[in-house]
């Protein structure tokens, strides 16, 4: 299957496939599931309470990204970015999937959402 992009909720919504109420109710789940990086390092115990505190301060206070603070301040090694990337990565859910998923959508709704993109312009 292609890759699932993000508009194609609403697409379904509009072509009469998914309800609206379903769609609001995955992307509240889409939401919960998608969290932050450094939320993530908490939640997977990379670090630790205080820790994900200290290095939230430094990311507002010196406006730089997670993982430029846990490597520069020592709070994880590359190895562990890497591994907690990895974690995110897997744990992260498109619309679509969650769509599928739910059993809300199949694959053909999907496909024929994707092809009525193509044939309308993109619009």
């Not at 292609?2 to 379904?12: C, S, T």
């Not at 919504?13 to 992307?27: A, H, P």
């Not at 969290?35 to 200290?54: I, M, T, W």
Request: charged share 30%.
């Amino acid at each position: 299957m292609k890759k699932i992009p993000m508009w194609i909720g609403r697409r379904l919504v509009l072509m009469c496939k998914l309800k609206e109420e379903d769609l609001q109710e995955v992307l509240q789940t889409q939401k919960e599931l998608n969290v932050e990086l450094g939320v993530r390092a908490f939640l997977e115990g990379y670090v630790s309470q205080e820790d994900f505190r200290k290095i939230h301060a430094i990311q507002c206070r010196e406006i730089k990204p997670f993982a430029a603070v846990v490597l520069e301040g020592g709070f994880l090694s590359r190895q562990q970015l890497d591994e907690l990337r990895g974690i995110s990565a897997q744990k992260h859910l498109r619309i679509g999937e969650l769509l599928l998923k739910k059993g809300l959508v199949n694959e053909e709704d999907i496909e024929s959402a994707l092809d009525h993109d193509h044939f309308s312009g993109g619009s």
